[in-house]
């Protein structure tokens, strides 16, 4: 998906609405979700090219980590209640996805595990929770990668 396919979908039919909300034309707007890959495009950059721009920049320049120049999309994904998983660019064999789903099994052991503990007492204390809540990234971290390589060996 492109992004101004991305802002299309989001905007929908409503860009006044969105227009008033931004404090924007609605004309501009409507040029978000219109393609700008050259000078003959009647598009523009929308708020995605620009963050795209900014984590590219971040990662080009070299002074941040990889997990603070996605910040933006980390913060927007839990501004949503959603997570964001990592998936690292991989090119797997079938021994991969083995070793990937036997980690898989054993990190949704270590949750449940995680999570069994911090039941006992009836209490789940704030370290109890910070816990769960990094065993829990782990696995579907771990998921999402072995659902990745899934996609990748099918093809």
């Not at 708020?47 to 971040?58: C, F, G, K, N, Y």
């Not at 927007?76 to 690292?88: E, K």
């Not at 991969?96 to 595990?113: N, P, Q, T, Y």
């Amino acid at each position: 998906m492109k992004s101004f396919e991305a802002m299309g979908m989001a905007i929908g039919r409503d860009r006044v609405e969105h227009a008033k909300a931004l404090h924007k034309s609605a004309n501009l707007i409507s040029k978000w979700t219109e393609p700008s890959t050259d000078f003959t495009d009647s598009g523009t950059f929308n708020p995605l090219d620009r963050i795209e721009t900014i984590i590219e920049t971040a990662l080009k320049i070299g002074n941040v980590a990889h997990p603070h120049a996605l910040a933006p999309l980390y913060y927007l994904a839990g501004r949503f209640n959603c997570q964001l998983l990592h998936t690292p660019e991989h090119h797997p064999c079938l021994q991969d996805l083995s070793a990937r789903l036997c980690i898989s099994i054993k990190e949704f052991g270590e949750m449940v595990a995680a999570a069994g503990e911090a039941m006992q007492d009836g209490v789940i204390s704030p370290d109890e929770r910070r816990v769960i809540e990094k065993k829990s990234l782990e696995l579907m971290e771990s998921i999402g990668l072995f659902t990745k390589m899934v996609q990748e060996l099918s093809w």
